[in-house]
C-alpha cells in the first residue's frame, strides 16, 4: 500500500445502531495495523465542528464489540449542512492533521461526507450503519439483524398474548421509508399481514384479508406494520377496523427505540468487522467518495453518486413468500 494517508478520522453519525461499536473498534484497529493514527471524532459531525478529537489506540476499543449504542456517541448537525460549517469541520481536521475520514451511518452522513471531498478533496469512505436496512449498494446494514431479531422477540411474546385472549394485535416496527424490519420481522414472527411502505395494499386489501372466510372464525392475529405506512400507522389501523367492525378484540403495541438498542447479533458483529477493515484497507488502497456495501457475501466499494438518495430495493419473492404464508 503506498498511501500517503498517515492519520485516520473515525466517527458515528445519524440514528444509532448495535454494531456500531464492532465497526469502531474494527476500524480503529486495522488503522493501528497498518501503522497510521487513528482518532476518534465525537458526536459526528458536531465534533469535527467543535474540534472533539480524541486519539484511539488498540486498546481504546476493547470490550466494546459486544455493546449496542456507540461509544464515540451521535448526533444530527445542521451547521454541517452549511458550507461555513464544513469548512469549520475541514480546518479542525487539518488542525489534527486527520487526513483520511472513515463515517459510519446512514444516506444523510454520506451526504454529507460526499461534499466535503467534493469542496476538499478529504479521501473519505462510508460504512452503512442503520437499522433500517435502507441503502442501495449493500445487500446489508450494520444494526438491520439486530433490530429485526429485537422485533421477531417482541412479536413473539406478543402472539403468546393475542392468542390466549383471541386478540388481535397491530405491532408497529420502525422503517420511516423502509420495509425491511417489517417484512422480515412478520415473515418470522407469522404475522397475518404485513404493512409496508413499498406495497400498494390499500386499508380495504388489509380488512378484506383480515376478514377473508379463512380468517373470519380466527379472532386473534399479528398485523405488523412498518411506521412509514402509507395507509396509517398501528393506531390508525386500529382505529380504522374498530370502526367498521366490532368482532375483533384490538390491541396495539408500538416497539418504537428499544430495537435499536441491545447487544449486536453475531451477524452484525461480523458483518462490521468485516466492513471496518475494509473501509481502511479501501482508503489506503485509494478508495474515496465510497460506501463500503456486502453483495453475496463479497465487500464491494460504491462510488456516493451510485448509492446516495437510492432507494433499496425489497424483494419481491420476500413479499410473495409473505402473502402465500399469511392466509
Ligand atoms: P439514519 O439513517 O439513521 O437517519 P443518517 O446518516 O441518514 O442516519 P441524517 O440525520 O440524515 O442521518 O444525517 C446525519 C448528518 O449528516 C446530519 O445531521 C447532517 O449533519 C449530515 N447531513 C445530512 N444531509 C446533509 C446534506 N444534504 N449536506 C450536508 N450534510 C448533511
Redesign the pocket.
Known amino acids: 500500500m503506498s498511501s500517503t494517508i498517515q492519520r485516520i478520522g473515525v466517527f458515528t453519525?445519524?440514528?444509532?445502531?448495535p454494531g456500531m461499536n464492532a465497526a469502531i473498534r474494527a476500524a480503529v484497529r486495522a488503522g493501528i495495523y497498518y501503522k497510521k493514527d487513528v482518532f476518534g471524532i465525537m458526536q459526528?459531525?458536531?465534533g469535527m465542528i467543535s474540534g472533539d478529537v480524541v486519539k484511539l489506540g488498540a486498546r481504546s476499543v476493547g470490550n466494546i464489540l459486544q455493546r449496542g449504542g456507540t461509544v464515540l456517541k451521535t448526533?444530527?448537525?445542521?451547521?454541517?449542512?452549511t458550507p461555513e460549517?464544513?469548512k469549520k469541520a475541514y480546518d479542525n481536521l487539518r488542525k489534527e492533521g486527520i487526513d483520511a475520514l472513515i463515517a459510519i451511518?446512514?444516506?444523510?452522513?454520506?451526504?454529507?461526507?460526499h461534499?466535503l471531498y467534493q469542496e476538499f478533496k478529504m479521501p473519505c469512505v462510508c460504512v452503512p450503519?442503520?437499522?433500517?436496512n435502507?441503502?442501495a449498494g449493500t445487500d446489508y446494514t450494520i444494526g438491520f439483524d439486530t433490530a429485526t431479531n429485537t422485533a421477531v422477540e417482541a412479536i413473539d411474546k406478543i402472539r403468546d398474548t393475542a392468542m390466549s385472549h383471541n386478540r388481535l394485535f397491530f405491532i408497529e416496527v420502525m422503517g420511516r421509508n423502509s420495509g425491511y424490519i417489517a417484512l422480515n420481522s412478520g415473515i418470522a414472527g407469522g404475522a397475518g399481514a404485513i404493512i409496508i411502505p413499498e406495497d400498494g395494499m390499500s386499508f380495504d386489501d388489509l380488512y378484506a384479508q383480515l376478514t377473508s372466510d379463512e380468517r373470519i372464525t380466527k379472532k386473534s392475529n399479528l398485523v405488523v406494520i412498518a411506521e412509514g405506512s402509507k395507509i396509517g400507522g398501528a393506531n390508525d389501523l386500529a382505529r380504522k377496523v374498530a370502526e367498521r367492525s366490532s368482532y375483533f378484540d384490538i390491541k396495539v403495541t408500538i416497539l418504537g427505540h428499544l430495537q435499536r438498542g441491545g447487544a449486536p447479533t453475531y451477524f452484525d458483529r461480523v458483518l462490521a468487522s468485516k466492513m471496518g477493515l475494509a473501509a481502511v484497507e479501501g482508503l489506503l488502497n485509494g478508495v474515496v467518495d465510497s460506501m463500503v456495501g456486502i453483495r453475496h457475501n463479497k465487500i464491494i466499494f460504491n462510488q456516493f453518486d451510485s448509492v446516495m438518495n437510492r432507494p433499496h430495493e425489497i424483494d419481491s419473492e420476500m413479499m410473495r413468500i409473505a402473502k402465500i404464508l399469511s392466509i
Not at 448526533?75 to 449542512?81: G, I, L, N, V, Y
Not at 450503519?129 to 433500517?132: E, F, L, R
Request: no cysteine; charged share 35%; glycine share 28%.
Open positions: 453519525s445519524g440514528g444509532d445502531a459526528g459531525y458536531e448526533a444530527r448537525s445542521e451547521e454541517f449542512k460549517g464544513r451511518g446512514g444516506d444523510g452522513t454520506f451526504t454529507g461526507l461534499k450503519g442503520t437499522i433500517d435502507d441503502i
